[in-house]
């Protein structure tokens, strides 16, 4: 599949194109956007890795439909990003890289959703990418993924 390998010599397991820049963005704002689908029955979405976010994070659109398929933990929370505060709450639920070579990868997720959240679509490091190995190669703007 790829020439990077995990530091135990075995080959990441899943890889996929990433888009330095996601549709309806702007130009000038370059980042590292994965498709994901967060369940079977409806289409895959691009969201912004961001390492320092707590959680993944959906935009109000897609928040109000997809609260139905997961489960809500306890409470009430609230994120402090560079938009501003914004309360919500937690659920969680399985989403999917997708891959375009090897094996999609599914992970348990948190998610944070605000009715107000205006940044777009965001996985985060806190119950998401801290549940799996990936790495980065801009050479060639793909995103390689295994399981623990």
């Not at 994965?34 to 409806?42: H, M, V, Y």
């Not at 289409?43 to 139905?68: F, H, N, R």
């Not at 891959?99 to 948190?110: F, H, I, R, S």
């Amino acid at each position: 599949m790829s020439d990077l390998i995990l530091p135990e010599q075995r080959p990441f397991s899943g890889a996929a194109s990433y888009y330095d820049i996601a549709p309806g963005r702007p130009v000038d704002d370059p980042r590292i956007h994965i498709r994901l689908k967060i369940s079977e029955d409806r289409p895959e979405i691009l969201a912004m890795v961001d390492t320092a976010a707590p959680w993944c994070i959906l935009e109000p659109s897609l928040a109000g439909t997809a609260k139905d398929s997961l489960e809500s933990l306890s409470g009430i929370a609230a994120i402090d990003s560079r938009p501003g505060p914004f309360p919500g709450k937690l659920y969680r639920g399985a989403v999917t890289v997708v891959a375009e070579e090897g094996e999609t990868l599914t992970v348990d997720t948190t998610f944070f959703l605000a009715r107000d959240w205006p940044g777009g679509n965001i996985v985060g490091y806190q119950g998401f990418l801290e549940r799996f190995r990936f790495g980065v190669d801009p050479a060639l703007n793909r995103f390689f993924f295994s399981s623990l």
